[in-house]
């Protein structure tokens, strides 16, 4: 199972089993780890991967669970 949560004021983590693609469809070599956590600042000099710049940048985002609206149907 893999559990992300998005942390107030900083980064998205990611536990468990998972993989991280570029845009290409190319995985990132986690080196084993388990954890990560990725940016969502915008100012990682190591991004898609969290640094701790958003503590420098003073990133404000707080994130409340909510339900989503249902997709939208697909065109025919």
Known sequence: M????INNNGSARV???FTILDANGNAFDLSGRTTIS???CGHSENKPFCDGTHRK???QSEVK???L??????PA
């Open 38 to 40: 990725l940016c969502r």
């Open 65 to 67: 669970a909510r339900t």
């Open 15 to 17: 536990e468990g089993d």
């Open 57 to 59: 940048v003073n990133f």
């Open 2 to 5: 893999t559990k992300i949560t």
């Open 69 to 74: 609206p249902p997709p939208a149907p697909k």
